[in-house]
């Protein structure tokens, strides 16, 4: 399994970003997948979940201005990030877990600042 992120950048407050992690090894959408972020000096957090069903949840933080999605397709896992805040400066990883091993992708780094 491999998990292959992108995305990141940086971004002035208020303004979007799309994180992407294209999987191999893995059906994304029959997996629960997970975006996660730490920022410096901070513990890693649990940010978005994408679940086997279709449901997802958000940390209370981010919920109403980020999106978790999957694109069947191109085996894909997507973070759409909008109305974007300084707090939300991180590195972004994107995780699932399969036959109880863990798996991350390399993360990406999102900085939104003046």
């Known amino acids: 399994v491999q998990l292959q992120a992108s995305g990141g950048g940086l971004v002035q407050p208020g303004g979007s970003l799309r994180l992407s992690c294209a999987a191999s090894?893995?059906?994304?959408?029959?997996?629960?997948m997970k975006w996660y972020r730490q920022a410096p000096g901070k513990q890693r957090e649990l940010v978005a979940v994408s679940a086997r069903d279709g449901n997802t949840d958000y940390t209370d933080s981010v919920k109403g201005r980020f999106t978790i999605s999957r694109d069947k397709r191109k085996n894909t896992l997507y973070l759409q990030m909008n109305s974007l805040k300084p707090e939300d400066t991180a590195v972004y990883y994107c995780?699932?877990?399969?036959?109880?091993?863990?798996?991350w992708g390399q993360g990406t780094q999102v900085t939104v600042s003046s």
């Open positions: 090894g893995i059906v994304v959408s029959l997996n629960s």
């Open positions: 995780y699932t877990n399969r036959f109880g091993r863990d798996y």
